[in-house]
């Protein structure tokens, strides 16, 4: 880098967020943080701003700002959608990481890829919900949207040239219930599907990693930012996590990426693309430590959250939106103690078998529909369960 990259980061608060301020604080002299964007958690977000002094800081909300707090008064502070448009119409950015969870990420994108600004996207909503649209505004405007996710990260760094590639193979760890039946999967409590095996993530993605509903929106993901058909995109489930995911070339040559299982490495990969550097989980890969790698095919009967999104990808349009909408609500119930994990996916089918699809919707559209599938999921959890 011949200057400080300019960077802002949308979700500054959570899992990514906090991990990314560690990737940038060892190499504070590449970067300049612009604006950094909280959740709810007020004083965390206080206390960033004073480490790395960004010029914006970005509350959710202003009820949630401590007003006349001198500390941060030499921020300029902004709250809500209308700061995030901020954000991401300043043009001095270079990238922006777009680390919040939920469909909150889907219009900030929309609007840096409009001003130009590159995207290390950490947020499946994003293209889960209306991958079409953003990969094309990115292409009309010439913005990179580089992967952070592990796997999509891991794809990127893989692909020399797209057209002699055959088949994208996406890795899975199986998560908590890999290794149980599934009588064991209807009884599992909110703790154990809490109990990732390998990695520390979120409290909804972890879930989701127990039913393998993450490796399913990661297909959907991975066909729109790669341009793969849904047929090209197989999963395998590889417990140690250390392939993180393979190409296949029309020769049938496979390439992998391999490394130890830390999101420090993807996101320090997103955020100083093309260039690398020597960072926090940097060291000689030992294949005799490993000394084991294994693989085996997803069953699909105990996990059928993979064919559920298989489904809503070939079939596009609005159907991805659903999936997304639904899971997630069903995905917060189980958390309240409301349905069993198993009732997720149950749930989710039955809200994708009723949904009339829209192909080609417009951003009002896909915004409409994810909230009138919120409320339907709701309220049959509510009054049929």
């Keep these: ?3 400080k990259r300019r960077i802002s980061i949308i979700g500054s608060t ?8 560690e990737v940038i604080e060892r190499l504070r002299d590449k970067f300049e943080i612009v604006a950094l964007a909280g959740g709810n958690n007020v004083e965390l977000l206080k206390l960033q701003a004073e480490k790395f002094k960004p010029e914006y800081i970005c509350y959710n909300n202003k009820a949630i700002s401590p007003p006349g707090d001198k500390s941060i008064s030499s921020y300029k502070i902004l709250h809500g959608e209308e700061g995030l448009e901020q954000i991401c119409s300043d043009r001095s950015t270079d990238l922006i990481l777009v680390a919040c969870s939920g469909k909150a990420g889907l219009k900030p994108t929309l609007k840096a890829i409009e001003n130009g600004i590159d995207i290390a996207l950490a947020n499946k909503e994003t293209l889960v919900m209306a991958g079409d649209i953003v990969m094309k505004k990115a292409r009309e405007y010439g913005s990179k949207i580089i992967p952070v996710d592990s796997e999509h990260c891991a794809i990127h760094q893989c692909i020399k040239d797209i057209r002699q590639v055959d088949k994208l193979i996406i890795t899975a760890s199986g ?3 890999l290794h149980k039946s599934i009588e064991e999967m209807r009884k599992a409590t909110v703790k154990e599907a809490l109990s990732h095996p390998r990695w520390n993530m979120g409290r909804k993605i972890t ?3 127990a039913t393998l509903m993450n490796k399913g929106l990661e297909i959907i993901e991975a066909h729109h930012l790669f341009g793969m058909d849904y047929d090209d995109i197989e999963v395998v489930i590889h417990p ?33 693309y093309p260039e690398r550097f020597e960072g926090i989980k940097s060291k000689s890969f030992s294949f005799a430590e490993i000394a084991r790698l294994d693989f085996e095919k997803p069953d699909f009967e105990k ?56 192909q080609n919707p417009s951003i009002d559209e896909i915004f409409a529909i994810d909230g009138e599938v919120r409320e339907k999921t709701q309220n049959y959890i509510k009054n049929t369960l």
Excluded: W
């Design 1 to 3: 880098m011949d200057r």
């Design 303 to 358: 996990f059928p959250a993979l064919n559920l999104a298989y489904f809503a990808g070939r079939t596009g349009g609005t159907a991805t939106t659903c999936l997304n909408a639904a899971n997630e609500e069903a995905v917060f119930a189980f958390l309240d103690g409301k349905i069993t994990l198993c009732q997720i996916v149950e749930i989710t089918e039955k809200m994708l078998s009723g949904h009339k699809v829209i």
């Design 207 to 209: 879930v989701d990693s």
């Design 175 to 177: 998560g908590p219930f």
């Design 14 to 21: 959570g899992s990514i967020g906090t991990q990314a301020l």
């Design 240 to 272: 140690q996590s250390i392939v993180h995911s393979a190409i296949e070339y029309k020769d049938g040559s496979v390439i992998a990426q391999l490394g130890l299982p830390s999101m420090h490495i993807p996101i320090q990969y997103a955020i100083t």
